[in-house]
């Protein structure tokens, strides 16, 4: 038998100009094997940033916060709970939610119970009661009955924990070079690769049963009616939440979750098991196993040609943020990199 390598965390690829960046990564989108899905892609202006929802970032950390003193008074001061992190995501969510019903903007449509639950404020008085609301998916947050508009919160820039891929690798350049030329041009911009077959690989009923499993990660697509940012950039989202957490954490800072260590954390668990023969499968016995992730860079400094061969592809602002503002973006970005 074959002593074949294990499956790579990260195939690291590292480009120094966007025209070969762009060419190779075409290729390798034709080559890498996948089961069943499509490959998902994410852009990143800072390659070394992990993948860590908004809601984890210290920048979301704190715009939580401010939000939740705002609205539900002190009730959380000095406390930095899990329980608080999830009541403060729900609370920028519930306010954006408000907001766009009040100006009669259209949005992904949500039960009357979800709602009310949305639109009322008397529950802020009492945390307890938000908890006896949605208790049921509390280990699952967010739950499924209000993935729909936290995806549209996420694309107008509310912190959640929802992380924004998109099934176009075009997409995902674009949004790495765009994000880009905020930064200095020092250091890499990075475009991420991963298949959804992969990252739910233990999402099977004989792995949840199993207690020694430490996430679980969803692919998570919601209804683009409602949503035409997300419909025109193709997007989905990555959700990863811990299992069966203890109860006493729920006094504990919530963790913050690198969607990279999830998945590799589950692989390593199931090293052994029968599981492990059924997510490492090898088609042929001598076939490599593909990584967990492809991560290819690419100097900052070559961001604004990477824009402009993008453009030449048909991929800018006007055609990834439909509507007037779109427009707006995109002659924005004509001035900047040409």
Known sequence: MNDLPERKIIEHLQYSDANRFLSELLSLQESIPTQQTPLIYRGSAIADWGLVPSAFRPQGVQRLERLLALDVSTKFANDSSLHKQIVAEFTAVRLFYKFANHQGIARPSVSDEIHHLLMQSAF??????????????????PPPDLRPIIGLAQHYGVPTRLLDWSRDMLVAAYFAAKSALEFPIEGNLAVWIASPDILEAHNLPLVMEMPSYSYQIDVVEVPYAGNPNLAAQKGLFTNATPTRPRIQELGHAP?????????????SQSKGSAVDGMVNRRPKPDDLLPPMFFKATLPRSEAKPLLRLLRSRGYDGARLFPGLKGCEISMAEMEVIY
């Open 255 to 267: 963790e913050q979750i690198d969607l990279v260590h999830a998945v590799s954390t589950l692989f």
């Open 124 to 141: 802020r008085m009492n945390p307890k009661s938000f908890m006896a609301l949605v208790g049921a998916h509390f280990w699952k947050w």
